[in-house]
């Protein structure tokens, strides 16, 4: 007790050393908060020595003594208290806010950073090959519908179509001839007509010489001679009409005959007018033009360069109809609708957010469209959350800008509460008010 004592009546004198009486001396020159500041440390480390030597020395039963502290400002308090309650009546409003605007919309917006603006480009082609006469438009130009890019060397094409219309005119020269060789063989059927018609009357006449014959034979008047002869001319004369009715079936096939060929002949002709048509539509190819206006990109075709039906030559981008596609995870899309209102968010152009709304929802998850869907059946399985692609149009006045480019990442949030419904409140949620039918709330 005695030494605790000591250590006590040690802590509170001064130090010592030489320089306590200028210490001393200084502090009667300073104010006494100056004074409080410099003896806070001493009196500090002088109070730790002591509980320390009185833990060590102190017997069972005696109460530590414990020294005064240096007092605290009152100023400094009551602005740590005003600090402290204007952070705390901060955040209650904020939270408040922010769970009121979680309530009203938040809580109905589903949203995604796995998005893109997409375009329907397309990847310009030859039909027809060829050496690039001239490459007319630069990387990155726009372009109108029908405007000319490159031009295909036309000469073997040129001459193909001369080739295909000399051929049809020498088809219609066999046309021609056919015709008249029909002319010809028509008049051949009259000439054999009219020697039919001769034979007959021929006929007739030698079938009367042979009754009158016979009538004189019988009476004896004439010589058996004669009715030998007049049987020859009846047999002759009845030769020559069965010869002529023959010769009228020969003639008029032939005319048969000659109107099958000249209907070949213009077949034919037919054959070579698609041909002809095939040849030009071959050297409208090798002036290739633009099927629709838009950005030039990834030109790639050079002049002189030898190009094949289908070698890739430009990207053609059509800006004003570009969209978004969105990959919403299979757990999020049950709300999703068809005419659904978007924010779009570019990241390109953080301050601008673009109104859309949801055009068409795939019909499958990607997984099933891709070139070797996953077989699940099979080994072991690990359940993957999937994603539906869903399409997002945007207004035809923002894509016009031509601000929009395929391949930029955007932010997407769809409101997917029904127009229609009334919009919940804060009574609602206590269950102090319930909707009507009109959308307004009712109070308890």
């Keep these: 007790m005695l030494l605790s004592c000591d250590l006590l009546r040690s802590a509170n004198e001064p130090p010592s050393f030489p320089m306590a009486s200028a210490r001393q001396r200084a502090r009667k020159k300073t104010s006494p908060a100056h004074d409080a500041a410099l003896v806070a440390p001493a009196t ?13 020395v102190e017997p069972a039963g005696v109460t530590p ?19 402290l309650g204007v952070l705390l009546l901060a955040g209650i409003v904020y939270g408040g806010r922010y769970a009121h605007d979680w309530l009203v919309r938040g809580q109905f917006i589903v949203s995604t950073d796995d998005a893109y603006v997409r375009s329907d480009l397309t990847i310009i082609a030859p039909k027809v090959a060829g050496y690039a006469a001239a490459v007319l438009i630069a990387e990155n130009a726009h372009v109108k519908a029908g405007e000319l890019l490159v031009e295909i060397e036309p000469g073997d094409y040129a001459l193909a179509v ?34 039919h ?58 005319v048969d005959v000659l109107a099958a060929q000249r209907e070949e002949a213009r077949r034919v002709r037919s054959e070579y007018e698609t041909a002809l048509a095939k040849t030009k539509r071959d050297l409208a190819h090798t002036e290739i033009r633009a099927p629709f206006g838009g950005v030039v990109g990834n030109l790639s075709v050079k002049p002189g360069q030898l190009v094949e039906p289908g070698t890739r030559l430009l990207a053609l981008v059509p800006l004003d109809k570009v969209y978004v596609e969105a990959n919403f995870k299979e757990t ?46 099979t080994g072991n399985f690990t359940k993957i959350v999937q994603r539906v692609p869903v399409r997002i149009s945007i207004p035809a006045a923002v894509a016009g800008e031509g601000k929009l480019r395929p391949g930029l990442s955007v932010v997407v949030s769809v409101d997917t509460l029904d127009p229609q419904a009334p919009r919940p409140t804060l009574m609602g949620l206590l269950g102090l008010s319930t909707p009507t039918a009109s959308g307004r709330t009712h109070q308890k």
């Design 197 to 254: 018609d001769a034979a007959k009357a021929d006929l007739k006449r030698t079938e009367s010489d042979l009754v009158r014959t016979r009538e004189l034979v019988k009476r004896a008047v004439s010589s058996r001679k004669l009715l030998d002869s007049a049987v020859a001319d009846h047999a002759r004369a009845q030769a020559n009409v069965d010869s002529a009715a023959a010769a009228i079936v020969a003639a008029k096939a032939n």
């Design 162 to 195: 001369d080739a295909a219309e000399g051929k049809i005119a020498t088809q219609d020269a066999t046309i021609e001839r056919i015709a008249q060789q029909i002319a010809a063989q028509e008049a051949a059927v009259t000439r054999t007509r009219a020697q």
């Design 65 to 83: 003594v414990s020294l005064p502290g240096p007092a605290e400002n009152p100023n400094r308090r009551r602005a740590r208290r005003i600090a």
């Design 332 to 377: 999020r899309i049950s709300g999703l609708k068809v005419g659904q209102p978007v924010d779009i968010a570019v990241d390109a152009f953080r301050a601008d957010t673009v109104k859309g709304r949801i055009e068409s929802i795939a019909p499958a998850a990607g997984q099933e469209f891709s070139l070797l869907p996953p077989q699940n059946a």
């Design 44 to 56: 500090a480390e002088s109070t730790a020595l002591v509980k320390g030597a009185e833990r060590a």
